[in-house]
């Protein structure tokens, strides 16, 4: 049970290190799309990454063309606080790609708009938030897709 966590253009590099542990732990691949608002060897990415940074399956990829090409024929689901699915929706399989855009301003609004059907949101239950930290987004996507992917296959 894998999934494969998608940054597209991270800007805080505590974040990007706290999502490549988290990858590490949950046994997800890590893909990272450029440009980043830092360079990887900032050592806040290696702090929040701690020495695990090493072990993680890390691809990088020079723009979201060079994303796309080279991941042809997989699933994509795309998060974002513009979604109007509730992650726990999302029919989890192994090897999912789960996107995730940067903090900043979330997914670029064209792929939201050519995949509306694959946009997922976390609800918010306070209106004086618009969104959650990217790492903790992150993190909730993931378990719960382990748990999901989990509880598909304890009923097999």
């Given at each position: 049970?894998?999934?494969?966590?998608?940054l597209?253009?991270?800007?805080?590099?505590?974040?990007?290190?706290?999502?490549?542990?988290?990858?590490?732990?949950?046994?997800?691949?890590?893909?990272?799309?450029?440009?980043?608002?830092?360079?990887?060897?900032?050592?806040?990415?290696?702090?929040?990454?701690?020495?695990?940074?090493?072990?993680i399956?890390?691809?990088?990829?020079?723009?979201?063309?060079d994303?796309?090409?080279?991941?042809?024929?997989?699933?994509?689901?795309?998060?974002?606080?513009?979604?109007?699915?509730?992650?726990?929706?999302?029919?989890?399989?192994?090897?999912?790609?789960?996107?995730?855009?940067?903090?900043?301003?979330?997914?670029?609004?064209?792929?939201?708009?050519?995949?509306?059907?694959?946009?997922?949101?976390?609800?918010?239950?306070?209106?004086?938030?618009?969104?959650?930290?990217?790492?903790?987004?992150?993190?909730?996507?993931?378990?719960?897709?382990?748990?999901?992917?989990?509880?598909?296959?304890?009923?097999?």
């Open positions: 049970m894998a999934f494969n966590i998608v597209i253009e991270p800007e805080i590099p505590t974040n990007t290190g706290n999502i490549g542990r988290l990858s590490l732990a949950s046994g997800s691949t890590l893909h990272l799309v450029k440009p980043f608002g830092f360079e990887l060897s900032d050592k806040r990415v290696k702090r929040a990454g701690l020495d695990y940074w090493q072990h399956s890390l691809f990088i990829y020079e723009n979201l063309e994303f796309y090409s080279k991941n042809k024929g997989k699933q994509f689901v795309y998060l974002s606080s513009h979604g109007t699915q509730d992650y726990c929706a999302i029919d989890y399989k192994d090897d999912m790609f789960l996107v995730f855009g940067k903090e900043s301003v979330g997914l670029p609004k064209s792929i939201v708009a050519e995949n509306l059907n694959s946009v997922y949101t976390i609800p918010l239950f306070s209106p004086h938030i618009r969104s959650l930290n990217l790492a903790n987004a992150v993190s909730i996507v993931v378990y719960e897709g382990i748990r999901n992917v989990k509880a598909q296959n304890s009923k097999l």
